[in-house]
C-alpha cells in the first residue's frame, strides 16, 4: 500500500549536518517533497525533486534519490537553531481526477544541541 | 510567493455546534485540500476539490463535509462537532496544470471541541 516513512527523532549539534532519511513505497511517484513545520505553523514547503533527479541543491539543503531503494533523504548543511522543526517528507501520487494525491510521512522532529 | 489564509488559528466551540473553518487562497489554483494533524498520526487527507463546486472525499471525510462556491475559497465545515474532532487543521493549495504540483499550506486552524 502507500506508506512513507522516517525516523521519528533526530538530534544534532549547531553548526553540524543534519540528514533526515525517508522511504517511500510507490515507484510511480513523480515528485518527491521536503516541507517544514515549526512550532504552532502550517507546513512549508522547502523543496522537491522530480523523480528522474539523482540530486538537488539549494543553498544548504541537498536532496538525494535513490530511486532503485525507494529513498529520500535530505542534508541540512551547518545547521542552526532556526532549523528546529518538524521536517515531512512526502510523495506525489496520481489518481484523483486532476489533483495530485500527496502521502505524507509521520515527520522527524530535529532538534539542535548547543 | 503563494498565500493561503485560514480564518482562525484558535477556535473553542462546544460539542453538537456546527463549526465553520474558511480557507482562502490567493494563487488561481485550481485544487485544495483540509487535512487534519494529530499527535503520531501525522497529515490525514479530510476532503479535497479540484474545481469549483467539485469536491472529493479523502481518508477520513466522516463527520465533515466542504463547500467551493468560488476558486478562491473552501471551507471545512463541521456539521455536529464532536470532541474526538479536536485537532490541528491544514488547509492546502495546488495548481492543477500537469498534477503532481506541490501543496502550499495555511497557518493551519487550531480547533478545540469541548
Known amino acids: 500500500g502507500e506508506d512513507v516513512e522516517q525516523s521519528l527523532f533526530l538530534s544534532v549539534r549547531e553548526g553540524d549536518s543534519s540528514v533526515i532519511n525517508c522511504t517511500y513505497t510507490d515507484s510511480s511517484s513523480t515528485y518527491l517533497y521536503w516541507y517544514k513545520q515549526e512550532p504552532g505553523a502550517g507546513l512549508q514547503l522547502l523543496t522537491y525533486?522530480?523523480?528522474?533527479?539523482d540530486m538537488k541543491q539549494d543553498q544548504r539543503l541537498t536532496v538525494l534519490l535513490n530511486k532503485k531503494d525507494k529513498h529520500l533523504s535530505l542534508r541540512i548543511a551547518d545547521t542552526q537553531t532556526g532549523d528546529s522543526a518538524i521536517y515531512f517528507c512526502?510523495?506525489?501520487?496520481?489518481?484523483?481526477?486532476?489533483?495530485?494525491?500527496?502521502?505524507f510521512g509521520s515527520g522527524t522532529r530535529l532538534s539542535i544541541r548547543p | 510567493d503563494v498565500k493561503v489564509t485560514q480564518s482562525s488559528r484558535y477556535l473553542v466551540k462546544r460539542t453538537g455546534e456546527k463549526v465553520f473553518l474558511e480557507c482562502v487562497q490567493d494563487m488561481d489554483h485550481e485544487n485544495m485540500f483540509w487535512y487534519r494533524q494529530d499527535p503520531g498520526l501525522g497529515l490525514r487527507l479530510i476532503y479535497f476539490s479540484y474545481d469549483v463546486k467539485m469536491k472529493e472525499k479523502g481518508d477520513i471525510p466522516e463527520g465533515y463535509s466542504v463547500s467551493r462556491e468560488k476558486k478562491e475559497r473552501f471551507s471545512l465545515i463541521l456539521e455536529s462537532a464532536s470532541t474526538n474532532q479536536t485537532s490541528m487543521y491544514l488547509c492546502?493549495?495546488?495548481?492543477?496544470?500537469?498534477?503532481?504540483?506541490?501543496?502550499?499550506f495555511g497557518d493551519g486552524t487550531r480547533l478545540s471541541i469541548l
Open positions: 525533486i522530480f523523480s528522474n533527479m
Open positions: 512526502a510523495e506525489s501520487m496520481r489518481g484523483y481526477s486532476s489533483a495530485s494525491k500527496i502521502i
Open positions: 492546502a493549495s495546488s495548481d492543477g496544470a500537469g498534477g503532481n504540483q506541490p501543496q502550499h
